[in-house]
C-alpha cells in the first residue's frame, strides 16, 4: 500500500520497497526481524507510522511450538488423542480520519489515527519472571506468577500537511490473582509509554525515532512471607533512515537501539545495538539483507533460577558481544495472489558470566532449529486477496522433509503461525 504524503520525496524514500502489510508471519518468515524494512507491524515500536497504513484490521490466530517430550521421555505425536491449540492469538485495528480537501487524489494528509489491540505480547513481557521466592525471616517458599491476564495496546497518530508524523501508544499488561486455598496474593504489571516521530528530512532521507518509557513490577504474598520488585523505570529508544538508492531500486537503511532494563530480579539490563542494512525490489518480489552489532551488559538476583530481592544473594552478571547477520526474500511464484517467502539470521555471541566469583566464558549461536523465531532458517507463504485481505503463515521447517503425515509419519504440526490483515 503506498504511503500517502503531500510530499513526493516522502513518497520515493518509502516507497521504493512497496509499502505492503506485513504480519508478525511475514516477517518471521523472511528474517525473524524487520529492523531494516518498513511494515505495518512496526507500529507497536513507533506508533507514528501507523499513519502509513490508515483504515485496516489486523490479528493472528497464534503460535504453534512442537511438543515437547513426556515424562517418560516419549514424544506425544499428532495422533494422540488430545488437543492443543496454538498460543497467544490477538487482534487490533487503525482507523483514519482524513482532513485533505481531496483524499482520493492520494494525499490524505493532515490526518489523524487512533487503533489498538488485546492480548498482544510485547517483548517487555520477557521481564516478568515466572517464579518468585518469597521470604519472611528465616522460612522462604516459592511462587508462582500468572501471565498477565489483561493486554492491551491503545494509540494515537497525527500526520501533519508537509509530511511530518506524531504518535503515541500506551501497552498495559497486568495480572492479579488470589488463591484462599493456597494462601498466596500475586500482582503482576507493565505500564508502558511510547512517543515515536517519522520525518522526511530531505529528498531521498526519511528518518524515524521512538522512545518508551516503562514500569514493570512484580508482588507475591504468600502467607507471612512477601515478595517485591521496586522496580525503577527502563528506557527504550530505537531509530533509523530510510536512504533511497535508485541504483538498486531499494534503500540503505542504519539503525540503532539502546535500552536501559529494570525489572523483577533484573537490576539492571543495558543493551546498544548498532547496524545496518540493504532493501531491494525485485520483479515481482523483495529482498533484504543486514548485520548489526550488540554490547550486551546485565545484572540479575537469582536463586537457583528463581527471582528473589534478598539482599544477601550475590548479583549474577552477564556480559556479552554479539553479532548478527540476518536476510529474507519473498517472491510471486505462479499467481500474483500467492508468494513464497524464505529467510534466517545467524547470531554469534561472545559472553560472560560471572556469580561469586567464578566467571564462564563461552561462544554461543542462536538455534539452528528448534522451531521458535529465534532459530536459524524458516519458510513460509502468504495470500494476498485483492491487496486487501493478506493472510501469512509460517511453514514447520521440516514439512519439506517429511512431507507431514503423508510421508514421515504423525506430524507435530504443518504451520506454526498464521498472521492476518484487512485493508478498508
Known sequence: MNRST????????????????????????????????????????????????????????????????????????????YNKDPEKPWFGAIFAKSFSADPNSGNRYPQIVVGGALNRDDELLEMLPGKVLTTKKDSASVVTLQDPALKIDALIGYAAPNGMLFGAKLYVAKSDTSNTVGNYETQSSIWAGTFGVNMPVAQGLDFEAALTVAQVDAEAV????????????SFVGTARAFISAPAISGEIVPAAKFQQLDGPGIENDVRFTVGSGVNVSLDRGFFWIGADY?????????????????????????????VRVSFGIE?????????????????????????????????????????????????GFGLNIEDKLKVDAVVAEDILFTGGNLLGGPADHVITRISSTYSF
Open 331 to 379: 517472491r510471486n511464484v505462479w499467481w500474483d495472489w500467492f508468494v513464497l517467502r524464505v529467510g534466517g539470521q545467524k547470531i554469534f555471541t561472545s559472553e560472560e558470566t560471572k556469580l561469586n566469583g567464578e566467571k564462564v566464558t563461552n561462544i554461543a549461536t542462536n538455534p539452528e532449529g528448534n522451531g521458535l523465531p529465534n532459530d536459524h532458517v524458516s519458510f
Open 6 to 81: 503531500a510530499l513526493v520525496s516522502t513518497l520515493a524514500v518509502l516507497g521504493t520497497a512497496g509499502l505492503v502489510h506485513a504480519t508478525n508471519a511475514r516477517v518471521e518468515s523472511m528474517g525473524k526481524h524487520d529492523t531494516y524494512f518498513m511494515d505495518d507491524i512496526s507500529v507497536w515500536v513507533n506508533p507514528a507510522n501507523a499513519n502509513i497504513y490508515p483504515n485496516y484490521l489486523m490479528g493472528e490466530l497464534g503460535q504453534m511450538h512442537y511438543t515437547e517430550k513426556t515424562t517418560s521421555g516419549t514424544d506425544m505425536s499428532a495422533l494422540a488423542r
Open 222 to 233: 504468600s502467607g507471612t512471607k512477601e515478595y517485591d520488585s521496586k522496580s525503577d523505570l
Open 294 to 322: 550488540s554490547l550486551i551488559s546485565t545484572e540479575s538476583k537469582l536463586l537457583n533460577g528463581v527471582v528473589t530481592d534478598i539482599d544477601t544473594i550475590p548479583l549474577t552478571t552477564y556480559d556479552a558481544n554479539q
